[in-house]
């Protein structure tokens, strides 16, 4: 009688235990589901005012007191991944990382378009931008570097993108001083000195203006050659190097967990690219860089191209196929002794066109020609003979 009553008991618990777990459980995943939801909710709301932001920003270019004109700037932002958003402006796409160790950036645009971009920011995150990496050197990606680091922004780069924006100052510095010297040159010679004396005077101006030339305050603060690691916001990043590409201070940027790339102007999507030959950059370099990318994503990457809208490899494959259909068709002709009118005449990019690709930077004419020219050095001494 007491055990069949022990087991009654014992069942009759059980029972109640397991319908209290169940219960537990489903509001368990009601909770998970409302929150969800309210997470969604939020994340619609932000982006929303975001947008509303954007508007009110573009809507006319602003006239402060001091007679100052502000020029529009509006930032959008482009979920690509939990954390991950791609920011666009007015320059290179930005990618923004952020979590409880803060925000990491990649490229900042123009110095004008500072507020815009860290207002957006600031929607995502309250804490700093701690780090940021400038995939190359050329100011609509690096344009933001001095007010970022006045914010106390470590901004790292390729050694490279540290050399080339030291020389683009010296050249303005430069430009500047001989200004400077040939205007007071003048102005010594109409008070009456003579050439030697104007001579003397200018340069003495010119020296006292030197030695309070600051070079430059846009400087990455740390630079690698190869390549870098960050452990941060619970993904791995990885930052490698590209050699002799769109420049030669191009720099990928991989957040390993979350399967998502950002390749500053090493590829454009759906835009024919920049080769930028006078900073180090080169068509075969280009092209490797392409295959490069393709050996570190996979078919579900999301891809934060320079300019452009996210991407895929199989944009990038479409990219690579363009180039060489159009490399080896210029060729070809080229070879078979046609002239470059006669080239331009068979409308070899209409395609390409068609989608959009000569509506960027580089022009259908730009590019063309960056190809033509490269075919003619190639094959200089190899064109058939009549």
Same mark, same amino acid.
Not at 49 to 61: F, L, Y
């Given at each position: 009688?007491?055990?069949?009553? &022990?087991?009654? @008991?014992f069942?009759?618990? @059980? #029972?109640?235990?397991l319908?209290?777990?169940?219960?537990?459980?489903d509001?368990?995943?009601?909770?998970?589901? +409302?929150?969800?939801k309210?997470e969604?909710?939020?994340?619609?709301?932000?982006?929303?005012?975001?947008?509303?932001?954007?508007?009110e920003?573009?809507? $006319?270019?602003?006239?402060?007191?001091?007679?100052?004109?502000v020029?529009? %700037?509006?930032?959008?932002?482009?979920?690509?991944?939990?954390?991950?958003?791609?920011?666009?402006?007015?320059?290179?796409?930005?990618? @923004?990382?952020?979590g409880?160790?803060?925000?990491?950036?990649?490229?900042?645009?123009?110095a004008?378009? *500072?507020?815009?971009?860290l207002?957006?920011?600031?929607?995502?995150?309250?804490?700093?931008?701690?780090?940021?990496i400038?995939?190359?050197?050329?100011?609509?990606?690096?344009?933001?570097?001095?007010? /970022?680091?006045?914010?106390?922004?470590?901004?790292f780069?390729?050694?490279?993108v540290?050399?080339?924006?030291?020389?683009? #100052?010296?050249?303005?510095v430069q430009?500047?001083?001989?200004?400077?010297?040939?205007?007071?040159?003048?102005?010594?010679?109409?008070d009456?000195?003579?050439?030697?004396?104007?001579?003397?005077?200018?340069?003495?101006?010119? !020296?006292?203006?030197?030695s309070?030339?600051? @070079?430059?305050?846009?400087l =990455?603060m740390i630079t690698?050659?190869?390549?870098?690691? &960050?452990?941060?916001?619970?993904?791995?990043?990885f930052?490698?190097?590209?050699?002799?590409?769109?420049?030669?201070g191009d #720099?990928?940027?991989?957040?390993?967990? !979350?399967?998502?790339?950002?390749?500053? $102007?090493?590829?454009?999507?759906?835009? %024919?690219?920049?080769?930028?030959?006078?900073?180090?950059? !080169?068509?075969?370099?280009?092209?490797?860089?392409?295959?490069?990318?393709?050996?570190?994503a996979?078919?579900? *990457?999301?891809?934060? =191209?320079?300019?452009g809208?996210?991407? *895929?490899?199989?944009d990038?494959?479409?990219?690579?196929? /363009?180039?060489? &259909?159009?490399?080896?068709?210029?060729?070809?002709?080229?070879?078979?002794?046609?002239?470059?009118?006669?080239?331009?005449?068979?409308?070899?990019?209409? $395609?390409?066109?068609? +989608?959009?690709?000569?509506?960027?930077?580089?022009?259908?004419?730009?590019?063309?020609?960056?190809?033509?020219?490269?075919?003619?050095?190639?094959?200089?001494? +190899?064109r058939?003979?009549?």
């Amino acid at each position: 009688m007491i055990r069949t009553l &022990f087991f009654f @008991l014992f069942f009759s618990f @059980l #029972a109640t235990s397991l319908s209290f777990s169940q219960s537990d459980s489903d509001k368990n995943t009601v909770n998970k589901e +409302k929150i969800k939801k309210q997470e969604k909710k939020a994340e619609k709301e932000r982006l929303k005012q975001i947008e509303k932001e954007n508007k009110e920003v573009d809507s $006319d270019e602003k006239q402060e007191q001091s007679g100052n004109y502000v020029p529009s %700037y509006g930032v959008s932002a482009v979920k690509v991944a939990d954390s991950i958003y791609m920011l666009k402006g007015k320059g290179g796409n930005m990618g @923004l990382c952020f979590g409880n160790d803060g925000a990491f950036m990649i490229d900042d645009q123009f110095a004008e378009g *500072t507020d815009a971009i860290l207002t957006t920011v600031g929607f995502f995150t309250k804490k700093p931008v701690k780090f940021l990496i400038n995939t190359h050197h050329h100011g609509d990606h690096t344009g933001g570097n001095e007010n /970022m680091l006045q914010k106390g922004t470590v901004i790292f780069a390729h050694e490279n993108v540290r050399k080339r924006l030291i020389i683009e #100052a010296s050249k303005k510095v430069q430009d500047s001083i001989n200004k400077v010297y040939e205007k007071n040159l003048e102005k010594f010679k109409k008070d009456g000195a003579n050439e030697e004396r104007a001579e003397v005077s200018a340069k003495r101006t010119v !020296s006292e203006l030197e030695s309070t030339i600051v @070079l430059s305050d846009n400087l =990455p603060m740390i630079t690698f050659t190869d390549d870098l690691t &960050f452990h941060f916001n619970g993904e791995k990043i990885f930052v490698f190097h590209v050699h002799n590409a769109h420049t030669d201070g191009d #720099a990928l940027v991989y957040f390993t967990d !979350s399967n998502v790339l950002h390749t500053g $102007d090493v590829f454009v999507s759906n835009l %024919y690219p920049f080769i930028d030959t006078n900073n180090g950059g !080169s068509l075969d370099g280009y092209k490797a860089a392409l295959s490069k990318i393709l050996m570190v994503a996979n078919d579900e *990457t999301k891809i934060i =191209p320079g300019h452009g809208e996210v991407a *895929t490899t199989k944009d990038v494959k479409y990219t690579q196929s /363009m180039i060489d &259909f159009l490399y080896s068709r210029i060729a070809y002709h080229h070879l078979e002794n046609k002239t470059k009118e006669q080239i331009i005449a068979l409308n070899l990019t209409k $395609d390409f066109d068609d +989608k959009g690709f000569g509506n960027g930077f580089i022009t259908t004419e730009k590019f063309f020609n960056f190809l033509y020219d490269d075919v003619v050095r190639t094959y200089r001494d +190899k064109r058939r003979r009549k």
